[in-house]
Each structure stands twice: as C-alpha cells, then as structure tokens.
C-alpha cells in the first residue's frame, strides 16, 4: 500500500532554515508528481510545492516562492522541502502528497515546523 512519511521538522527561528523529507513507498515514486501541502491551526490545508515526476517542472505558492524548494531523489524515493528564511507565518503541519492515475489522494502523517523566536 502507498505510505508517505514525513520528517525533519522541528523549531526553528525566523530566519532559519530547516529541511523536510518524504520517504515513500508502496507505488512507482519515480512516475507520481508529488507535493508538499501545510495547514496551519484554524486555517485550510494549502499547497505549497508541486514537483513533476521528473522534476523538470517545479510550481510554488506565492507565499514561500524563492525561499522554498522542492527536490526529489527517484533513486531513493525520497521528496524533500528546503526552507529557507523561515518565518513565523510558515507554522504549520507539513504534509507530503501524490495523486494515483485513478485521483486517488494519498496524505503522509504530517511533520510540525513551528518558527519562533
């Protein structure tokens, strides 16, 4: 069955930089676009990055674009979040995701980042 683990989140302070994982498994990663997704409390869950299968298509929400970047090791299985210049609006529960060709959504467990000084 396809399971998304997140890791690497943690505190950190504004201005800080922390790096997020996704290991997957239980479906071909190396043919799946994936995403990384945030909710912070009382707000929606929102898309944060989106990355083609074979990376040659990257996509940002506004609010983190040229601080965020997504990358994914397909010889790993891995998708990975590099934060940069964090701020304390970037709280949140981060969420790694992919979509099956039959629209089905599969959602990891979430990692807490939490900027505060």
């Known amino acids: 069955q396809v399971r998304l683990v997140e890791s690497g989140g943690g505190l950190v302070q504004p201005g800080g930089s922390l790096r997020l994982s996704c290991a997957a498994s239980?479906?071909?990663?190396?043919?799946?676009?994936m995403s990384w997704y945030r909710q912070a409390p009382g707000k929606e869950r929102e898309l944060v990055a989106v990355?083609?299968?074979?990376?040659?298509?990257?996509s940002y929400a506004d609010s983190v674009k040229g601080r965020f970047t997504i990358s994914r090791d397909n010889t790993k299985n891995t998708l990975f979040l590099q934060m940069n210049s964090l701020k304390p609006e970037d709280t949140a529960v981060y969420y790694c995701?992919?979509?099956?060709?039959?629209?089905?959504?599969?959602w990891g467990q979430g990692t807490q980042v939490t900027v505060s000084s």
């Open positions: 990355s083609t299968s074979t990376s040659r298509t990257k």
């Open positions: 995701s992919t979509t099956s060709p039959f629209s089905r959504t599969y």
């Open positions: 239980g479906f071909t990663f190396s043919t799946y676009p």
